[in-house]
């Protein structure tokens, strides 16, 4: 699976749009990009996921760029709740496993 | 709609000692994972089962630790003679492999503390 790369911490006003980069250069044709967060003590949550096209779900979007190799997790509106960890994750649609990263530490702020 | 339950949520004990875990998957979920979660860390994969077949193991899964889906619904989890090294989070994942994509859904996890 190709390796991810994030930046370790970021910080948002609350209400504001987190954009969250996850560079992936090596990644093939058939890998997908998963996006999960973890709030402290929690297990990790799905958010959203894509293999070409910009997708987007209740939680958040995911924008692909048109050579795959990187994306941006957004949150529209982000409140106190979304302070977490991030991990954008790479793999081929039938992998049996995920391999977590350090991932982005997001603080949503007032 | 249930999502992933786990059994218990925190355990504490002393070393030497055997701990199981148990998890509950989505309802008709085929996949099951657990995975291993130290502090600061992102969890690592031990394990998963297709149905009740143990289809792959980590080199993290020591001969203490043993893993069943007896009938491809809940699963177990059990650590022999722990050691302090073995406390952590231990997080089971479910998913239904269909379509191409096969997205995992996590338990809250148990948390381990060996004394």
């Known amino acids: 699976d190709a390796k991810t790369t994030q930046p370790t911490s970021m910080d948002c006003a609350e209400g504001r749009a987190a954009n969250l980069p996850c560079n992936h250069s090596?990644?093939?044709?058939?890998?997908?990009v998963y996006w999960y967060r973890q709030i402290h003590s929690q297990g990790p949550q799905y958010i959203i996921h894509?293999?070409?096209n910009n997708e987007t779900n209740e939680m958040a979007s995911l924008i692909i760029t048109e050579d795959r190799k990187s994306s941006t997790l957004i949150l529209p509106h982000a409140t106190l709740r979304d302070t977490a960890v991030y991990y954008c994750?790479?793999?081929?649609?039938?992998?049996?496993?995920?391999?977590f990263g350090t991932g982005t530490r997001l603080q949503v702020t007032l | 709609d249930t999502g992933v339950s786990q059994d218990p949520r925190h355990k504490i004990t002393k070393r030497g000692q055997n701990v199981t875990f148990r998890c509950d998957p989505i309802?008709?979920?085929?996949?099951l994972y657990w995975y291993r979660q130290t502090l600061g860390q992102g969890p690592e994969f031990l394990t998963y089962?297709?149905?009740?077949?143990?289809?792959?193991k980590s080199r993290l899964l020591s001969d203490r630790f043993s893993a069943e889906r007896p009938k491809g619904s809940f699963s177990t989890l059990e650590i022999q003679r722990t050691e302090q090294g073995d406390s952590a989070m231990y997080l089971c994942?479910?998913?239904?492999?269909?379509?191409?994509?096969?997205?995992?859904?996590f338990g809250p996890g148990t948390r381990l503390t060996v004394l």
């Open positions: 994942a479910s998913s239904q492999a269909a379509g191409g994509t096969d997205t995992q859904y």
């Open positions: 090596t990644i093939s044709g058939n890998e997908y």
């Open positions: 894509g293999l070409k």
């Open positions: 994750i790479v793999l081929t649609g039938t992998a049996s496993k995920l391999t």
């Open positions: 309802s008709e979920h085929n996949r």
């Open positions: 089962f297709q149905n009740e077949a143990q289809l792959e």
